[in-house]
């Protein structure tokens, strides 16, 4: 059974950094997408930053757009979301996705990632 697994995330201060990691694991896992998705209390879940693993294209929230960067290392099963200047705003719970080639939705999700970022 694969998994995705999630780390980095904790508290911080506003203006702070913190890097996120996800590791797809336990499988061989057939990937189109990866996504970073966050869902803070009240809201519902959104898609911050995503990466095409074949070529890299990249898309990003507007809110998070010049702050946030996705990456992903192919050889690892690994993708990365690099949060600088963050705000206290971007508290949320933090959750990668996968989304498998000849799908039009993300099909496995990680336990999420909580991130606080304190004023």
Do not use: H
Not at 12 to 39: E, H, K, P, Y
Not at 65 to 70: D, L
Not at 97 to 102: E, H, N, T, W, Y
């Amino acid at each position: 059974q694969g998994q995705l697994v999630e780390s980095g995330g904790g508290l911080v201060q506003a203006g702070d950094s913190m890097r996120l990691s996800c590791a797809a694991s336990g499988r061989t896992f057939s990937i189109n997408v990866m996504g970073w998705f966050r869902q803070a209390p009240g809201k519902e879940r959104a898609l911050v930053a995503r990466i095409t693993w074949d070529d890299g294209e990249t898309y990003y929230a507007d809110s998070v757009k010049g702050r946030f960067t996705i990456s992903r290392d192919t050889s690892k099963n690994t993708v990365y979301l690099q949060m600088n200047s963050l705000k206290p705003e971007d508290t949320a719970v933090y959750y990668c996705a996968v989304k498998p080639p000849g799908t039009v939705k993300y099909d496995y999700w990680g336990q999420g990632t909580q991130v606080t970022v304190s004023s």
